[in-house]
């Protein structure tokens, strides 16, 4: 990594692994002013990862969890009425770019259509924020960086990136770690043992290798954590797991039974 990368956040930062050159890319991309989108299940460190590059490179950070009803006025702004009067209140988008933060956009193919349409032009190299309603046109100030991220595993005709838009972003593909990177993250998270956390990894690998077959999803590295957790305050590691690990990952019985079974045959 070049000596422009500022570091000053570095030591507060989020904790976060890298498992490979992803914080030297997004670097790169925050230098030539360049939008990011990460693609990756959930529960797999993308959020973490947004907050981590945040600190080190000093820039607050506005993060949006994106959903169905989300509208491009919620990111942009409104008027309300406040005291009698009505003033204009800025969303998140907007006070990212008044202010030259990043705005973190998670989830952003859960939100309305409306939505992609404000963000092209700022993906481009005019770095503005039309806002209609008070007839302003927002230049990014220095620093803005726009990141979006989503989970192609969930992707379906009705809610996917269109083309136009996914190639305006520079993009990171992110999976879940490798068992030699999940570990110490788990341990660190946790605070459980090294030895106790291993099976633990082991046991999510087997359960991801399901993901399509009786599981919609794998195992997040966020749930391994959860499960952890709660044996380093001594839960036992089978209710533990069954809690973190198993319950949330499906609602039916069968499944859950073949599940116990891969507990069984993983941890005795």
């Known amino acids: 990594m070049d000596g422009t990368f500022d570091l ?48 080190r490179l000093g820039r607050p950070l506005y993060t949006v969890a994106c959903h169905d009803d989300l509208s491009a006025a919620d990111l942009i702004g409104r008027y309300l009425l406040k005291g009698g009067e009505t003033v204009w209140v800025d969303g998140p988008l907007t006070r990212a770019v008044r202010e030259g933060a990043i705005c973190y956009l998670d989830e952003v193919v859960e939100a309305r259509k409306d939505v992609t349409v404000v963000l092209h032009p700022l993906t481009d190299d005019r770095r503005i924020l039309p806002i209609d309603r008070t007839g302003e046109e927002l230049e990014a100030a220095p620093g803005f960086m726009l990141v979006a991220s989503y ?17 305006r972003f520079v993009s990171l593909d992110f999976t ?33 290798a399901l993901k399509g077959q009786d599981l919609e999803e794998g195992t997040s590295t966020r749930l391994v954590v959860y499960a952890a957790t709660l ?15 198993i319950e949330p990952l499906t609602d039916d019985e069968d499944t859950r039974r073949g599940l116990l079974d891969l507990v069984t045959a993983v941890f005795g």
Request: glycine share 8%.
């Open 231 to 245: 044996i380093a305050q001594g839960m036992a590691p089978d209710r533990a797991i069954r809690a973190a690990m």
């Open 176 to 208: 879940f770690p490798k068992p030699e990177h999940e570990i110490p993250v788990v341990v660190r998270e946790s605070g459980l043992a090294e030895d106790r956390v291993k099976p633990l990894v082991r046991l999510a690998n087997k359960f991801r």
């Open 8 to 55: 000053k956040g570095a030591a507060d930062a989020p904790f976060y692994l890298p498992q490979g050159d992803e914080c030297d890319i997004f670097a790169a991309a925050y230098r030539n002013c360049l939008p990011v989108l990460l693609k990756g299940p959930t529960g797999c460190g993308k959020t973490r990862f947004v907050a981590h590059m945040a600190a």
């Open 151 to 167: 989970n192609p595993g969930y992707q379906n005709i009705l809610k996917t990136l269109k083309p136009s838009t996914r190639q």
